[in-house]
């Protein structure tokens, strides 16, 4: 696990060295921030961010194109005090059918088709190098989903990723990370 986690971190790094002259600035920032944390973990140097929550969107708007999610059409966060972390995602449907087949349960076909907007409010923790995260509201469309509910969708797409996450257990953070905390839009990150 640690030797695959190794890897993707070096494809990332090198990814960002190929393309850090086409990226925005927000987006060469953090990649900074992340080979000086990968350096860090080798010479014990504490490290400390802090990124807007204006950043965090511009680099995960980045992220999407650079690694495409099937079906991912658009993520935007709200960073709020608490490790509180409000998202908006639109999904294709379709397209992670297509990609994934079986990845839509056929009973919710009809109502899991084209895109649709997902809004979920989650509570992060991320301390001592381990994150976990809670579902505190979940909104399809309009629609309130029970938070349990969109937990166990989370984490039978997680478990169908690349990277094959289980998100019923802490996931080590990456790049020797030991804590995140999130305020009013912003979060700070430290090794």
């Not at 099937?70 to 992670?96: A, E, H, K």
């Not at 409010?121 to 509201?137: F, H, P, Q």
Request: glycine share 6%.
């Amino acid at each position: 696990m640690m030797v695959r986690v190794k890897w993707i971190r070096l494809g990332l790094l090198l990814m960002a060295g190929v393309c850090a002259s086409s990226q925005p600035a927000a987006v060469q920032k953090i990649w900074t921030a992340f080979g000086d944390l990968t350096q860090a973990q080798t010479t014990h140097k504490k490290l400390k961010y802090v990124f807007t929550e204006a950043e965090v969107n511009e680099y995960l708007q980045h992220a999407r194109v650079v690694n495409p999610r099937p079906g991912l059409d658009r993520m935007t966060v709200q960073l709020l005090p608490g490790n509180y972390v409000s998202t908006v995602t639109v999904i294709d449907f379709d397209l992670v059918e297509q990609s994934r087949p079986g990845t839509v349960p056929v009973l919710l076909r009809p109502v899991l088709s084209g895109k649709r907007e997902i809004r979920l409010d989650v509570r992060v923790n991320a301390v001592n190098g381990l994150g976990t995260y809670s579902v505190e509201k979940a909104y399809f469309e309009n629609v309130r989903i029970p938070a349990f509910v969109v937990e166990k969708m989370i984490q039978a797409v997680a478990a169908r990723q690349r990277e094959k996450f289980d998100l019923s257990k802490p996931l080590p953070l990456p790049f020797g990370l030991r804590s995140i905390v999130t305020g009013a839009h912003f979060m700070t990150m430290e090794n």
